[in-house]
């Protein structure tokens, strides 16, 4: 009978003639380390894929409710006015949703950027010195303690700028529109006895004044390759941070 026979099966290690492999102190072979940075890469690459999906469809909400809401507000005048203000701070919602899921989506898309420029470039132009010789460990550091490269408001405003704007423009001319020839008596207003007519307006002012002053004074979102170098030479600088 093997020695081992009466041993537990959950503890196979625990005889002093049969010692676990130590893998930490195994040197790591150059074609181990391609074959896992190549399955990171893959991992990295598949997460961000998903998370550029959610924005895909967060937009699309966007655009789906924008449509209904401009055909509902034609269709029925004398409530324009309730249709184009639910429309203007409904978008607002799905803009929040969509900064969040443009953090998320920066983490991963950062670490893809990292590992392009310094390990794939590199084995395609036949140069294997990286622009970085510490990103490996910049990318070892983001694994371990996972940050934000975006703030909340940077998200906001890069969405805002990207997609958005035209959306906002768009409820803004109907709402002018709406406002200099009204189609018929507008009951939404007329029902609000407790408040002045100029409420909506007022509203409506506040919401596109505080669009404005984010998009001028909030700093532009960096491309992932300046959060790491802050003065990248290479062609991915002129991309901007906005094209994802």
């Not at 598949?46 to 909400?61: A, H, I, K, P």
């Not at 655009?63 to 639910?86: G, H, K």
């Not at 953090?103 to 420029?117: L, N």
């Amino acid at each position: 009978m093997s020695p081992l026979s009466d041993e537990s099966p959950g503890e196979p290690f625990d005889h002093p003639e049969v010692q676990p492999p130590d893998f930490e102190k195994s040197p790591l072979g150059r074609s181990e380390y391609v074959t896992a940075l190549a399955h990171f890469y893959r991992a990295e690459m598949y997460r961000s894929m998903v998370w550029r999906t959610r924005l895909d469809t967060s937009t699309n909400w966007a655009i789906i409710s924008t449509l209904a809401i401009l055909t509902s507000s034609l269709n029925n005048p004398e409530y324009a006015t309730e249709a184009l203000l639910l429309g203007m701070f409904v978008n607002v919602i799905f803009l929040v949703i969509e900064a969040r899921r443009f953090r998320f989506f920066d983490v991963w898309r950062a670490r893809v950027r990292m590992m392009e420029e310094n390990f794939y470039g590199g084995i395609l132009r036949r140069d294997q010195r990286s622009m970085d010789r510490d990103w490996g460990h910049q990318v070892a550091a983001d694994l371990l303690c996972p940050r934000f490269h975006l703030t909340r408001i940077q998200a906001f405003r890069a969405r805002l700028m990207r997609n958005f704007r035209f959306i906002f423009a768009l409820f803004l001319i109907a709402w002018v529109g709406h406002r200099l020839a009204p189609s018929g008596p507008d009951k939404f207003i007329s029902g609000l006895h407790i408040f002045p007519v100029w409420v909506p307006d007022v509203l409506v002012g506040i919401l596109y004044t505080t669009l404005i002053l984010i998009a001028i004074f909030t700093p532009k979102a960096p491309p992932p390759e300046e959060a790491y170098w802050p003065h990248p030479d290479h062609p991915g600088e002129d991309i901007s941070s906005l094209d994802v």
